[in-house]
């Protein structure tokens, strides 16, 4: 039987995880840009306050944080 333990889907040890990955932020404050959707009259911060989470659609070039944002998200609706 193999003792090594096996490795997850989404977790790689933090070594050797891409740079980009491991800076990623991981809540809406360390989220640098888009104000318009994090600041403190902010869309995604309003509807958070008021827990009123609607269908979004994220739209725009590599690596404008399209990814990472719904990543905050579902983690902090717990989705």
Known sequence: MDN???PTLFKAPEGSRP????MRPKTFDD???QDHL???D???RKML????IRSM???GPPGTG???LARLLATKIDA
């Open 66 to 68: 399209k990814t990472t």
């Open 19 to 22: 740079l980009a990955e491991r």
């Open 49 to 52: 306050s008021r827990n009123n």
């Open 57 to 59: 659609v994220y739209w």
């Open 42 to 44: 902010g869309v995604v």
């Open 38 to 40: 994090l600041g403190e």
């Open 31 to 33: 989220f640098v840009g």
């Open 4 to 6: 090594r333990a096996k």
